[in-house]
């Protein structure tokens, strides 16, 4: 396992009026994201990043956590300090936006 | 867990000299590997798609398999129906092509 956390998060954008989780915003969240890990030296062994469609679509702006596999849905930029600090960085998954998939 | 293996394809493209995945040739992997899981009837439980730099860019064309964490390095496509046959569908890992991170 090189990374302990390893987050990937949507940046698919659809054609309207398909939901998507968007290019935009999610290229805001991978930069929050790895703000939030750096600010916490935790760089070497937490790594967030894009990728394409996690297959929640209906859910987003979506992403993933691995090794364990947690799927979050509607997460906003407000978001992420909760989910680096408490899941992240504590094992603590931030249970209102988990989604049940 | 959404997905029993979820397989990350990295098809981050840098300028040359420097070493990177490819665009192309990772767009041909994920290509590869989604049929490959579909000819097996996999798709609901395993799960490949395009992603961003996953921090093995000296080793690429890179992927990894989640959740056991396993990457691998210079995949080529004659590759891609042994690694789906043996760890996504018999959980042994190609060892020829892993990567020792």
């Given at each position: 396992m090189k990374f302990k956390k390893h987050v990937f998060i949507c940046t698919n954008q659809k054609q309207s009026p398909k939901k998507s989780c968007g290019a935009a915003h999610g290229a805001q969240l991978v930069d929050a994201f790895k703000q939030a890990i750096k600010e916490r030296g935790l760089q070497t062994e937490i790594r967030a990043q894009q990728t394409g469609c996690l297959d929640a679509c209906a859910f987003g702006p979506a992403l993933v956590v691995y090794p364990e596999g947690t799927y979050y849905g509607n997460?906003?930029?407000?978001?992420v300090n909760e989910i680096v600090e408490s899941h992240l960085a504590n094992d603590k998954p931030v249970e209102r936006l988990v989604l049940p998939v």
């Open positions: 997460v906003q930029l407000e978001d």
